[in-house]
């Protein structure tokens, strides 16, 4: 019964091809977000989705699309894979703005492109 | 910019020692301060600040939020081993988009038994 599920957990592809990571969560939240987290552990935010509209977008390469198909899901999609992508992402999700909210993390997916 | 400063950023101490790590911000329009914990996978929360003054308390963690000097400290009495873990503090600003919840690069913790 995860509350913020992603697949897959490990990821592992070479330069150039296209993926995606899946983002679920189960708590009813409306808002969700993906966050990158460098070598140095820096957890940045990318973007962040409220009832499947889009709400923050970073200055992320337009490599990076997000897309919610509703509001439980969440998925990132990667294209042109580059050596610099490799990170863990993080799919997060919590209430909306209006509420004092913690955010719930996913467990991470690690990205390594070769 | 909103902005999450954190220190030490690494620290090592013994089973038994007392920690205070440190977060203080820069933020437009503050709405709350949160801790998390993050051992080998997603962070865990810890605690939410809204308030000055009013300590958070869960066993050995307890931390406190002073917004006119905007930072925050997090106190672990008693370290044990299962303390080590990198600890994030972020803040909430308030604004018309939406939420974000803006990191500090965290603080590294050793426990040594």
């Known amino acids: 019964d995860t509350a913020v599920s992603q697949t897959p957990k490990y990821l592992v592809t070479q330069m150039g091809n296209d993926k995606s990571i899946k983002c679920e969560q189960n708590?009813?939240?409306?808002?969700m977000y993906w966050y990158k987290q460098d070598s140095k552990k820096f957890l940045k935010i990318m973007f962040s989705y409220n009832n499947k509209e889009l709400i923050i977008n970073e200055t992320v390469p337009n490599r990076f699309s997000p897309k919610s198909p509703d509001k439980a899901h969440l998925n990132l999609h990667i294209n042109s894979l580059e050596l610099g992508d490799s990170a863990v992402y993080f799919c997060a999700s919590s209430r909306f703005r209006t509420a004092n909210t913690e955010a719930f993390f996913g467990q991470g997916t690690r990205l390594t492109v070769v | 910019e909103d902005k999450v400063v954190q220190s030490p950023l690494s620290l090592v101490v013994h089973e038994g020692d007392t920690v205070t790590l440190n977060c203080s911000y820069e933020?437009?329009?503050?709405?709350?301060l949160l801790w998390y914990k993050q051992e080998k996978k997603a962070p865990t929360f810890l605690f939410m600040l809204t308030s000055s003054g009013i300590e958070k308390k869960s066993g050995r963690l307890s931390s406190i939020l002073d917004k006119k000097e905007l930072f925050s400290i997090l106190n672990i009495t008693a370290t044990q081993t299962g303390d080590s873990a990198i600890y994030l503090c972020?803040?909430?600003?308030?604004?018309?988009?939406?939420?974000?919840?803006?990191f500090g690069p965290g603080t590294r913790l050793s426990v040594l038994p």
């Open positions: 972020a803040v909430v600003p308030l604004d018309n988009y939406g939420q974000n919840f803006v």
């Open positions: 933020v437009t329009n503050f709405r709350s």
């Open positions: 708590l009813g939240h409306d808002t």
